[in-house]
């Protein structure tokens, strides 16, 4: 009997304790919303950006090479690749090529190690190949199994090949970039349901990871970022039909770069861009089916191409 009114009261300390430190999480969470934590100082760190090429990912590179890294621009076509390597070596950065196909595990391994003799141990992974353009989407969506491939499999071979480094050195940051079709079911025509899927896939990787590295009390962030697909030029922006072009619109890839490197500054482990679309996916979860599916209806996020 005192047993179990003992076994009681410690469950209800630790539920109330429980109770408190999630409350004041949230204190903390709505205060920071206000006053953001201070930007961190990347200068000395080591970049591995996937998908350097084009797009947010060459924009990616070159302002981490204006904050003082050292940036392994990787991508699977050489001239984009060395294109952008070059521009920011232009901006006193250290910039330097590494043409990879990341759905290939040989040539990752053997890539990570020209790195780490050219550049030194990596410290930063950011992965922004697998999001899917608007160019992309517009014409015909490509295969089930290449999406999975550079969406999904090549996290697993560069996890596989730059966490043994970061632990070594007992520090890294993880980046996982993914379309906001990872909050929600995408209706893209022709080929949303794979897209969609990969996305899924890659935030459930992130928070998996996530919890892995935070029980084994490694200093490693992971940092998952959603991105709304339509960060375009103006001659893209021009082919899309938005049901809501104020409340969506179309976002350059430089601004979007910005963004996403002032949250990995901050150590954001969640968050997205524009950054009211991560708690609009979280809306659309806890909604009822018909109710979530009436407001998609409403908001037709940008997949309905002209």
């Known amino acids: 009997m005192f047993l179990r009114i003992y076994s009681l009261l410690v469950l209800a300390v630790d539920l109330t304790i429980l109770l408190v430190e999630i409350w004041f999480s949230i204190l903390v969470a709505c205060y920071r919303t206000f006053r953001p934590p201070p930007l961190k100082n990347l200068h000395g760190e080591v970049a591995m950006v996937i998908g350097a090429g084009r797009g947010v990912g060459r924009e990616v590179a070159i302002q981490l090479s204006q904050l003082g890294v050292s940036v392994a621009c ?39 190690q020209a790195i780490q003799s ?5 410290t930063m992974l950011l992965h922004c190949c697998g999001v899917p353009s608007p160019r992309s989407l517009m014409q015909d969506p490509p295969e089930i199994r290449k999406t999975m491939d550079v969406s999904v499999l090549s996290h697993f071979w560069l996890l596989e090949s730059v966490l043994p480094g970061m632990k070594r050195v007992g520090r890294g940051h993880i980046v996982v970039l993914s379309s906001v079709a990872g909050l929600s079911g995408n209706a893209t025509r022709g080929g949303g349901v794979p897209l969609s899927t990969a996305q899924f896939a890659v935030q459930g990787l992130a928070e998996s990871l996530h919890t892995e590295l935070r029980h084994s009390n490694s200093n490693i962030i992971i940092t998952l970022i959603h991105v709304y697909p339509f960060i375009v030029g103006a001659e893209v922006a021009r082919d899309l039909r938005l049901r809501i072009p104020s409340y969506f619109g179309t976002m350059p890839a430089t601004e979007a770069a910005k963004r996403i490197l002032d949250g990995v500054r901050r150590n954001y482990a969640e968050f997205s861009i524009p950054g009211y679309l991560l708690y609009l996916g979280h809306i659309l979860r806890i909604l009822p089916k018909k109710a979530s599916f009436m407001l998609r209806d409403l908001l037709d996020t940008g997949v309905d191409f002209g």
């Open 74 to 112: 990787v991508d699977i076509n050489r001239e984009n690749c060395q294109v952008t390597a070059q521009r920011a070596s232009q901006l006193s950065g250290v910039a330097r090529p590494f043409i990879c196909d990341v759905t290939d595990k040989n040539q990752v391994v053997e890539n990570l």
């Open 118 to 122: 050219e550049l030194g141990e990596v």
